[in-house]
């Protein structure tokens, strides 16, 4: 777990950030790798600080696998659902992500 407490020095206001994490991952076999990560973040701001942001609590989930293509290539495909809860309801969402990569290194 990670927190992060920042202070504005004109009034002495105040946010908390936490953050808890829990990742794995796995070679199938030569060419093929499997990751998961699960990610938890919430922020907390004094009462009447609406000018700090608002107080949300975020879950966050990647799924990812990784194919080596030849010795200095290979593609990944990732997805990511990400749900953000918040006191603004104009800031919550629901967001899914796909993408495909081509990595390579020399």
Known sequence: ??????I??????????STVS????R???PKLSLNTRIVYRESEVD????ALGDESKEYR???GARRKLGAKTSMTLNYSHNDRRSDQAEDEYRENRLSLGLVMTW
Request: glycine content about 0%; aromatic content about 6%.
């Open 27 to 29: 070679e199938i076999s």
């Open 47 to 50: 009462e009447d600080s609406s």
């Open 61 to 63: 989930l990647y799924l």
């Open 1 to 6: 777990m990670v927190e992060s407490t920042q």
């Open 8 to 17: 504005r020095e004109e009034d002495d206001r105040s946010s908390k950030f």
């Open 22 to 25: 829990l990742s794995a991952s």
